[in-house]
């Protein structure tokens, strides 16, 4: 492979950028919830090209892992959408102002 | 011009691009199917990156399934309607923009600091690291050096798979004024 | 014997502090606890006294020390008492009228329900003049000299609820305060050249005391003349007199010790203590003399002017303090102290008898509306005819012999503006005393109520004081130097008599005929009925004017100082509300502006957590990047 490892990570930390933006910025909790595993990718590509840099398959491993738990995460975090949509009958986050000072 | 260059040239374009458009989106569906084509980007990189196995599994487990898992929510819960693009936090929307910008200024910055524009990955990956093809690499590694983790990740995953079905349940016995609001328009919902 | 001095204050100061806390208990009795602790005093001092004279005349100096008191690098003061004639005679005068008037007091103030307290302020003025009169150096004097104008204070205002008591305790306290505080500062610049308070070390031989500056004029006059404006605010002398006629709100016994006897004598005695001082300094000696003569003949003139007895008795207090300031001024220094004694025993005569006519006229002060007292209170008559001829100077009482010398001495003294002076001040004395004798006890009956003598208790201090003041002028001073300037002559020196230009037996004579003219003028315009003294402010309203309100001294001064101090209060009010109120107060405002910026970054929305996550998270990569 002739490609700079560099590249790849510019372009991991450009994906997460995005993620993080959308995090911020967008009020729909599923759409947030997309961004947020935007950054995941993001950051599994990181591990994999690190990996290759690395010349072993930890980096590998560890992206696996990443994605279970996303999975696991994902599962999870639908539900309780799912259910807060349910009383709430509304799936925007700046409705959720329960915890104000 | 090697392959992978060009491949990486290819597919990282399309990768920024339909992550911004994925973010751009007032419809849900739109954005969460431009997701699914970020990730397809993401499992060309892991195969151009040598992680073969990994790009099967991404387009498995993560465009399948997680992404199919959201277009169900998004449509069971009728959420596909576009949000108001009113922003009631003052400033949220410019300093997240500029955050997030910083933020990749930062990590490319680290990046050159740390890794260089030029380094490029061993010659030997795919002998050393690679050895008998990924998957069997993988397995040669994930069973062996990280066999514990690998069994804490089922359990984890058995316990998710709970959690899910008594979060998702509905309890008819404790009624809150809210719940009896909210049950008599769920019904057609459920 | 010498060694027990120091328990001449501590009695007394006992029986202040048993009076404090149990007077109530003791009602009536802590009169006779006051008076007995006096009067022990008095026992102890005459013992003293005894053995002091038992010392040859060089040796009659001995200090008895207590114990240290401070001690800071090179300046260190000691409480330790000093026997010597002078101070052995001012304390058998404040230990002996002392205890007549606590005696007397005890009848006077019988029916007052805060007795103890009377009588434990009472014992704590007498300790404190004690300690004044008896200590050995400026500091421990001085002390004694603040706490006895506390006690002034305490006891001018004892029937606090009376505001013209309050506020008449107010203004003595603070107009002495005015002298206090330049005093103070002349026992610094004392310290600051002769490096030591000791009167041994002061007063003695300026040029061998320690730390001596070479002797120039001019720090002995500001350190005199600083002393001498403490002596004139204490004594009551122009021109800081305005305290002394209000301080008569006070109960009489307290107008009758303090501010006859003793405290207003303090001056005096601070004047011939220093004299050493003084005597360095011309100007001062002479700023002693002009003010004690001035304040005389102006003193007697607003005595004539007033219709209340006690305030009518206030001036004439200043008035013979000022022959004493005179006296001291002259360098007759054995002949103040002469008037000293006389005047504390005829003078608190008059002040005690006075009380019984306020007692048995249910606090009536106007002499207009007494007269043809003698009737009533013929033993009060005697008593008062006794002080008052004593004090105007018929022979063979007291007063002749102390005011005689001192006239006499001035025109020896080649002063003869001065004597003039000085005999015309004598005349007018026996003029203004007379005055209250006559109106109150002779002459047509103005009062309305019957008047009742005084009870027995309250006649037996007067007859002592009584006999004093007929035989103390003979005993101690039968020529100018008697007795009395003899044992005063190691502290003081002696007097240099000039030859006069009149001889003496025609200066004696002149004075015997002023005094008795003054009497019978006094007789005939106030008792024999032929003169109508009562239309006088009618028919001449602005000289009356000018003599009751005292020449109007204390207009002038509630004008000057008054004004600028409300103006000053005035100002400096807009300046609390203003300024200081309006920055705390915009210090709490702007508290509750910043609290109510808090909730911003707490409005529950999680995105604008998430926000400041993010924020947090960048900086921090920042400062990592950075510094590696």
């Known amino acids: 492979m002739s490609t700079p490892i560099a590249y790849f990570l510019v372009v991991s930390a450009m994906l997460f950028a995005i993620g993080t933006i959308g995090v911020l910025v967008r009020k729909n909790a599923l759409i947030i919830f997309m961004s947020v595993e935007l950054q995941l990718n993001a950051v599994n590509l990181s591990l994999v090209a690190f990996s290759r840099m690395h010349n072993n398959l930890n980096g590998q491993v560890l992206a696996f892992f990443s994605m279970v738990v996303a999975a696991a995460e994902v599962v999870v975090g639908l539900a309780i959408i799912v259910t807060v949509y349910r009383r709430r009958r509304s799936a925007s986050v700046d409705d959720l102002t329960v915890l104000r000072g | ?190 | ?628």
């Open chain 3, 1 to 628: 014997m010498l060694d027990l001095v120091w328990l001449i204050p501590t009695l007394p100061l006992a029986g202040a502090a048993v009076n404090l806390f149990g007077g109530r208990r003791l009602g009536t009795r802590a009169g006779w606890l006051g008076s007995a602790l006096v009067a022990g005093g008095f026992a102890v001092a005459v013992a003293v006294l005894l053995d002091l004279l038992s010392l040859p005349v060089e040796e009659r100096e001995h200090v008895v020390h207590l114990f240290d008191w401070i001690a800071a690098g090179s300046f260190s003061v000691d409480v330790a008492f000093l026997v010597d004639p002078l101070s052995m005679t001012m304390a058998l005068v404040v230990t002996g009228v002392g205890a007549s008037i606590h005696v007397y007091a005890i009848g006077y103030m019988e029916h007052d329900a805060r007795v103890g307290t009377f009588f434990a302020y009472l014992n704590l003025f007498v300790a404190f003049m004690l300690v004044l009169v008896l200590a050995d150096n400026y500091l421990l004097l001085y002390l004694g000299w603040e706490g006895v104008g506390l006690c002034s204070y305490l006891l001018i205002g004892f029937w606090y609820e009376r505001p013209l008591a309050s506020s008449a305790a107010k203004k003595a306290f603070v107009t002495t305060r005015i002298g206090d505080a330049a005093m103070l500062i002349g026992i610094v610049l004392i310290f600051l050249h002769f490096g030591s308070l000791d009167f041994a070390d002061v007063l003695v031989d300026p040029e061998a005391a320690p730390g001596f500056a070479r002797p120039t004029g001019y720090p002995y006059t500001v350190i005199a003349l600083l002393l001498l404006a403490g002596a004139v605010g204490k004594s009551a002398q122009l021109p800081l007199h305005v305290w002394l006629p209000d301080a008569m709100e006070g109960p009489t016994p307290v107008s009758a010790l303090i501010h006859a006897a003793t405290m207003v004598t303090a001056g005096v005695y601070l004047i011939v203590r220093s004299h050493v001082l003084f005597e360095l300094s011309g100007i001062a000696l002479t700023a002693v003399l002009v003010i004690g003569l001035l304040g005389a003949i102006y003193a007697a003139l607003a005595s004539i002017g007033q219709f209340d007895i006690k305030r009518a008795l206030a001036y004439s207090t200043m008035s013979q303090i000022g022959f004493m300031f005179f006296a001291a001024g002259m360098r007759f220094y054995a002949g103040a102290m002469l008037l000293l004694v006389c005047h504390a025993f005829y003078k608190a005569l008059l002040f005690l008898t006075a009380g019984n006519v306020l007692h048995g006229l249910h606090d009536e002060t106007d002499m207009r509306r007494m007269g043809g007292l003698r009737a009533q209170m013929p033993v009060s008559a005697i008593w008062f005819a006794i002080g008052a001829l004593s004090l105007a100077g018929i022979p063979p009482l007291a007063g002749f012999f102390a005011k005689d010398h001192i006239v006499a001495f001035a025109s020896t003294s080649a002063r003869d503006l001065a004597w003039v002076l000085a005999s015309v001040g004598a005349f007018l004395s026996a003029l203004y005393i007379s005055r209250p004798l006559f109106l109150t006890f002779f002459g047509a009956r103005r009062a309305e109520a019957p008047a009742h003598e005084a009870p027995r208790l309250m006649h037996a201090p007067l007859a002592v004081l009584a006999t004093l003041s007929v035989v103390a002028g003979a005993v101690l001073g039968l020529t100018a130097e008697g007795r009395l300037a003899t044992f005063l002559e190691p502290v003081v020196g002696a007097a240099e008599h000039g030859a006069g230009a009149v001889s003496e037996g025609l200066l004696v004579a002149i004075s015997v005929v002023l005094a008795v003219a003054a009497v019978a003028l006094a007789f005939w315009v106030w008792a024999s009925g032929r003169v109508d003294w009562q239309a006088f402010p009618e028919r001449q309203p602005e000289l009356a004017g000018w003599l009751s309100n005292a020449f109007y001294l204390n207009a002038l001064y509630a004008w000057l100082v008054q004004h600028p101090g409300k103006g000053l209060g005035r100002t400096l009010t807009v300046v609390d509300d203003r300024v200081i109120d309006r920055a705390v107060n915009e210090v709490g405002e702007d508290v509750g502006k910043a609290s109510e910026l808090a909730p911003v970054i707490q409005r529950g929305f999680v995105r604008g957590y998430a926000l400041a996550f993010l924020l947090g998270a960048v900086a921090l990569l920042l400062i990592l990047g950075l510094r590696s």
């Open chain 2, 1 to 190: 011009m090697a392959v992978d260059t060009v491949v990486f040239w290819v597919f990282g374009p399309i990768s920024v691009g339909s992550a911004i458009a994925m973010l751009l989106q007032r419809n849900a569906v739109h954005a969460a199917l431009f997701l699914v084509v970020n990730f397809f980007t993401i499992a060309v990189f892991y195969l151009v990156l040598g992680a073969s196995f990994l790009f099967a599994v991404q387009i498995i487990v993560y465009a399948g399934a997680i992404m199919v898992l959201f277009l169900f929510v998004i449509m069971l819960l009728g959420v596909d309607r576009g949000e108001s693009l009113v922003e009631r936090i003052r400033g949220q929307r410019v300093i997240g923009i500029v955050l997030g910008v910083g933020i990749a200024i930062e990590l490319i910055a680290a990046v050159r600091a740390g890794v260089g524009f030029a380094r490029v990955g061993p010659a030997a990956f795919d002998a050393v690291a690679n050895r008998g093809g990924n998957a069997e690499a993988i397995s040669r590694v994930l069973f062996r050096d990280y066999f514990f983790p690998f069994e804490a990740t089922s359990v984890l995953l058995i316990v998710a798979a709970i959690a899910v079905v008594v979060l998702a349940s509905r309890r008819r016995r404790l009624t809150t004024r809210a719940e009896v609001v909210a049950q008599v328009p769920d019904e057609e919902a459920a």
